[in-house]
């Protein structure tokens, strides 16, 4: 199980979304081992990301065991903290150490839902999109929906907000879970307003809707919105998370396996939440990356719809009647082209 080669590329996604996601997007990690395994992982960081795994990562992981996923996190970690412990770096860790834990449940031949001590099984999901599709979505069986409304002003667009929430609840019913994700665009004026006003549409969160780095505009939004806040999809390892948990910033955090360090570190963030008494909703939790953490260790599971633009991920499970279950193959239960390494 000694390391022999770890390649990372970033495949061809036509219909990911422009800016930061398409330039700094999702790469895919391969390690092979003597034995004749090879794990894959997603993290982040486009060619940059491309740049630590081939550079930095492979200095660290070539010849080394791959069994020792925690050692090796903390040998990456060490080795690429000069660089910023948050950001690209840690979205290639991030990629690396999925690829390990898949190496890791193929040698136990087993789901790593498994290797985490749960039993497969199916959990709810819900489908974040535009106001478009809700209908749709409603019908596959979806029970909550999540709206990206960040292009939207929360001062001067607060009637068209308010109105489009109406207009979602009275679709849906008093029944289905509807959350709100401004993307990082709001200051916390505007974030209180537009939660005092969204409250009458029994909102399950708001989702960052501030920089990540706002740390007393969210310790007000904890003690002033009515609606509780989400966030964390763009913070960094468990000490990170900790260090957030530690001044009560969210109500439910929502780490992205795929940057944010890898399972090593959402097994660690889960145990976390745990002590600090918090949810933990990740980041495209649909997709396998977190997914068999979410089913195994997540007391209240809700998988978010994967990102659609990434097709080249095989075999990835489907929602049916609004809930999902990871593949009982072994490691992540999902596979790649081989063309993806010729180029
Ligand atoms: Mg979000």
């Not at 390990?100 to 040698?107: A, E, F, P, Q, V």
């Not at 959402?266 to 979410?294: D, F």
Request: charged letters at 25%; glycine letters at 12%; aromatic letters at 8%.
């Amino acid at each position: 199980m000694i390391i022999t080669q770890l390649r990372a590329t970033q495949p061809d996604a036509d219909r990911a979304p422009q800016g930061w996601r398409r330039s700094l997007g999702q790469i895919l990690v391969r390690v092979d081992t003597d034995d004749g395994l090879s794990g894959y992982g997603v993290g982040g960081g486009g060619a940059a990301g491309i740049h630590v795994v081939e550079t930095a990562l492979r200095e660290v992981l070539i010849g080394a065991r791959a069994d020792d996923v925690e050692g090796l996190w903390d040998a990456m970690y060490r080795h690429t903290a000069a660089y910023g412990y948050k950001g690209i770096a840690m979205m290639a860790q991030s990629g690396v150490d999925l690829a390990l834990w898949d190496l890791r449940g193929k040698r136990a031949n087993k789901p790593l839902v498994e290797v985490l001590g749960g039993a497969n099984k199916a959990v709810p999901s819900y489908r974040t999109g535009g106001r478009n599709g809700l209908e749709e979505a409603l019908a596959q069986g979806y029970k909550a929906v999540k709206f990206g409304i960040g292009a939207m002003d929360a001062h001067a667009e607060l009637d068209a907000i308010a109105d489009l929430f109406g207009d979602i609840r009275t679709v849906t019913g008093p029944d289905i879970q509807v959350m709100c994700d401004a993307s990082m665009r709001w200051d916390v004026e505007g974030a209180l307003r537009a939660a005092e006003r969204l409250v009458a549409f029994d909102l399950t969160w708001l989702e960052e809707p501030l920089l990540p780095e706002d740390f007393d505009g969210y310790e007000r939004l904890m003690r002033e919105s009515p609606i509780p806040i989400a966030s964390g999809e763009h913070e960094y390892t468990a000490r990170g998370f900790e260090a957030l948990m530690q001044r009560g910033l969210h109500a439910i955090y929502q780490p992205d396996v795929c940057w944010c360090g890898g399972l090593t570190e959402l097994v660690k963030i889960y145990a976390l939440a745990k002590r600090y008494n918090v949810s933990v909703c990740p980041h495209r939790g649909g997709e396998v990356w977190a997914l068999h953490a979410i089913v195994a260790l997540d007391p209240d599971p809700l998988a978010e719809s994967g990102r659609p633009w990434m097709t080249w991920v095989r075999d990835q499970p489907r929602v049916t009647d609004g809930n999902i279950a990871p593949n009982d193959g072994p490691g992540f239960g999902v596979s790649f082209h081989d063309d993806l390494w010729a180029i």
